[in-house]
């Protein structure tokens, strides 16, 4: 594997940061997964776009163009070989002196990773409810930063009960998202998402399925999706996935829904 890092692509056995660097010290950082379709990134305006507001919040200054980022990315996928890549592009505050503060960082840090994309099947899935509570965005917003602790909890969950997403849920009891994806559900004929209110991260799928169907942004409560038809999820890298019963317990029939379907087919118009 080749990695970009401030720069440079080179082996990533070579690649190396100084242990001073805030991302590792403080999590003083943000990144953003995407994907590669003919060795381009998809929605790339959404994804850089989102990582600049984030930047702001966290005081990290991009120094690079709009332009150059893309590159780096495309550069990236080509010297590894590949055309339809998994891709994570990482920043942090850089190296700095010792302490919370960053202002001894001078320059950040860019770091792009890519690696063979492998997508899961078309599938029957069941979700799970995470005992991890979902935690409070510290900005505005949700935002992707190298502060991934509760994802990281959830995660685990998955891993120790075999199942392949869930459903995190706020101190308060609403829908929240998944370890790593955002959710939807069809209830009466209608497609519900929890708002971005309940502390959920803003997905780029997300924003683009919101496009494509009427969708209601709100807060509801697990018992509220108890007779959901249908439900899937969404994610940068694997786009949209059937979820088919919560628990166990199916939604509608325990199979692939119509509305499913149908986003299932726009976005293999779009990724393919």
Known sequence: ????????ILPAGEATLSVFDHGFLYGA???????????????WPEHVRRLRTSAEWLGIPIRWSDEELERAVIETVRANALEDAYVRLTISRGEGALGPSGATCIEPTLIIYVKELVLPPIAERNLI?????????ETPVRAKTLNYLNSLLAYRELEMRGA?????????????EGAVSNLFFVVDGEIWTPSLDTGILPGIIRE????????????FTPSDIAHASEAFTTSSVIGILPATSLEGRPFGDGTIGPVTRQLLEKWRKISS
């Open 1 to 8: 594997m080749h990695v970009y890092l401030n720069g440079r």
């Open 29 to 43: 950082g943000l990144f953003e997964t995407m994907r590669t379709v003919g060795g381009s990134p998809m929605f």
């Open 129 to 137: 409810v995470f005992e991890t509570v979902r935690s409070t965005p």
């Open 164 to 176: 392949a997403e869930g459903m995190q849920l706020t101190a308060e009891g609403y829908v929240a």
């Open 208 to 219: 683009w399925v919101l496009g494509q169907l009427p969708v209601l942004e709100k807060r």
